[in-house]
């Protein structure tokens, strides 16, 4: 088996490699390492959680420590689409920095300008940050990227569904057009392809996991319920499964706050995370979390990239995500370095159906159904449209039942609507004749709200005689 040693990365950095507890080279920094080493352009692309974010720090770290920095300038620059990912990579760097003389600066929206602008002025060597709040500081005059050497663009297609790219390929007009360039991806399709085009030259292409697939280590499961039921299904899931910590994810924000709501009205102890928050206030919500105060994490999709919480024991997608894609990053938040891991999702109406069944087709298998009471119990196929109208064949035939035990009057006039019913489907019926007129018998009053023969003013024929 490959280790860290046979990579090529230096004596300094193994030694925090082994105090951070990693032992052996995941997929893609055994692939990645030695190709940035070389110096080369790379665009990578693996599954969520196989460790991307070491692939490029770590031979970063020994470029950076074998040079040296001109006039104080950025010689690194990493791009991230969100916050919560940024601080993500500024902490790994962080780990196996520790025995380096490298400095860094974490440039992301939602911190004032203030404590950022000190650590421009220093000077430092990697730049994590933003597209939005870099573009601000340049704009500013604050940061000079004419000696960047390596750029990194991290989760390219979160980019590009965020809207980024442009403001990306802005910042990357500044830069040196002799650097190198890693470009790495979640996924890699024929638009990312045409898009890293505008940023490597000639680059390694490392793939390690075929398009959109899902970590063998992560168990999925979909649990069929009602809107109204949502919330009690949620709670049922929970308590059978014992979870450990989880994401809870929600596609709207405003659901988000319902939902934490609700849990700690119910005893269950929750945060949530979403981008309307102040980053203080992310950054409390996500503290809170690590530390195991609150186990479990109501979020949009801003949580689904980047965050890697150690041991994450399950996620659970309250609202089906509509791009199938998301799925993949949701669940990709358990089961990671290794990890076991459960994700469920609520499927609640044929909308989160019709999106359950576009995310087996990408992922390319069956997600087994499971009894919110029981997840222990599991169905391999889902209700089908032949199960479903068998369901709604019960009641009709317990209403038959029930027939049985009223009158027999009741029973034959709703046996002659049922036939009327039939007939009008099959064809019109044809008209009808106008009733025998018998001779001295009166026009029917307009009002025969009366009870008996003498208020209505109208005498039956068959009374006639009797009358007479």
């Known amino acids: 088996m490959t280790s860290f040693a046979d990579l090529g990365l230096s004596d300094t950095l193994l030694k925090s490699i082994k105090a ?3 032992e052996n080279p995941t997929p893609i920094q055994e692939k990645s390492i030695p190709i940035i080493l070389m110096g080369r352009d790379v665009l990578g692309s693996a599954q969520t959680g196989t460790g991307k974010t070491a692939s490029f720090t770590l031979p970063m770290i020994d470029i950076l420590d074998a040079g040296r920095a001109k006039a104080r300038l950025p010689r690194s620059l ?7 990912l940024a601080a993500q990579v500024s902490e790994s760097f962080n780990q196996f920095s520790q025995n380096h003389g490298l400095t860094k600066a974490l440039l992301i929206g939602g911190v004032s300008f203030g404590e950022q602008d000190a650590l421009l002025d220093r000077g430092v060597d990697v730049l994590i940050a933003t597209p939005g709040r870099l573009l601000d ?21 979160r980019m590009l569904d965020m809207g980024f790219i442009p403001d990306v390929e802005k910042i990357t007009k500044l830069l040196p057009k002799i650097r190198q360039t890693l470009f790495f991806s979640a996924t890699l399709n024929k638009t990312i392809y045409k898009i890293s085009e505008n940023f490597v030259i000639n680059p390694k292409i490392i793939e390690i996991s075929p398009e959109f697939t899902t970590a063998d280590t992560v168990e999925q499961f979909v649990c069929h319920t009602t809107p109204r039921k949502k919330h009690d299904t949620l709670r049922q899931l929970i308590t059978s499964e014992n979870v450990a910590n989880a994401f809870i994810f929600c596609n709207r924000k405003r659901d988000i706050a319902t939902l934490k709501t609700s849990l700690n009205k119910n005893g269950m102890d929750a945060e949530c995370l979403h981008g309307d928050m102040s980053q203080s206030a992310r950054n409390a919500a996500l503290t809170r979390f690590k530390n ?8 949009s999709d801003v949580a689904a990239r980047g965050i890697d919480i150690a041991g994450l024991s399950h996620v659970f997608n309250f609202d089906v995500p509509s791009n199938p894609e998301d799925y993949v990053h949701r669940i990709g938040r358990t089961g990671r370095a290794g990890n076991l891991g459960k994700a469920f999702s609520l499927v609640a109406n044929d909308d989160d159906k019709s999106a359950i069944n576009a995310i087996e087709k990408l992922i390319g298998k069956t997600i087994p159904s499971v009894d919110s009471g029981n997840t222990g119990k599991t169905t391999s196929k889902k209700p089908n449209k032949s199960a479903e109208s068998t369901t709604n064949a019960e009641p009709a035939s317990t209403a038959e039942n029930s027939a049985t035990e009223k009158s027999p009057t ?3 006039i709703a ?4 036939q009327d019913t039939a007939r009008t489907d099959a064809k019109p019926s044809p008209r009808r004749k106008k009733p025998t007129r ?3 018998e009166r026009d029917a009053p307009p009002d025969c709200s009366g009870s008996s ?15 007479a």
Do not use: M, W
Request: hydrophobic residues 35%; negative net charge.
């Open 410 to 412: 009741e029973n034959s």
């Open 137 to 157: 500081h340049l704009e500013r005059g604050k940061v000079l990227l004419r000696d960047v050497k390596i750029l990194v663009i991290d989760e390219a297609d």
């Open 78 to 84: 990493i791009l991230t689409p969100t916050r919560e």
């Open 438 to 440: 018998y001779e001295g």
């Open 20 to 22: 951070c507890g990693y």
């Open 415 to 418: 046996k002659n609507v049922t």
């Open 292 to 299: 195991n105060e609150v186990k479990l994490l109501v979020a």
């Open 453 to 467: 023969f003498k208020e209505t003013e109208h005498t039956p024929a068959f009374l006639l005689n009797q009358t």
